[in-house]
């Protein structure tokens, strides 16, 4: 298997970010799964990972606090119920929301850092 290159982590790291947002919500039950349940899910188990995160920080792809607001979602999704695990929770449950609500925050906080060194 080929080792990713820091900047293909990079691109991994922002894909998975962007497959949690807000927007889902007005999407099919089928979407709605299929982003978060199964796209956003291995992104979470892989590029959110502490190692992928390190290696991130290290090479100036994030800083520290995109680093740990990282960390604790991918904590907070680890940490959903399974009977939470279905398009009626993500649309209903507050755990979600906030799971939405530090993605959009990861997302703004990236954009701005990636926009900096420009």
Do not use: P
Request: charged residues 40%; aromatic residues 8%; hydrophobic residues 35%.
């Amino acid at each position: 298997m080929k080792k990713l290159t820091i900047s293909e982590l990079n691109d991994f790291f922002v894909d998975t970010i962007q497959r949690c947002t807000n927007d889902l919500l007005s999407k099919t039950d089928e979407v709605i799964e299929c982003e978060i349940l199964e796209e956003f899910d291995i992104g979470v188990i892989s590029f959110l990972h502490e190692n992928s995160l390190e290696q991130l920080f290290k090479n100036k792809y994030i800083n520290e606090n995109i680093k740990e607001l990282s960390l604790k979602l991918r904590e907070m999704y680890l940490s959903i119920n399974e009977k939470k695990r279905n398009a009626d929770s993500i649309r209903k449950d507050k755990q979600w929301h906030n799971i939405f609500k530090l993605a959009d925050t990861i997302r703004k906080k990236k954009k701005d850092f990636d926009l900096e060194k420009i």
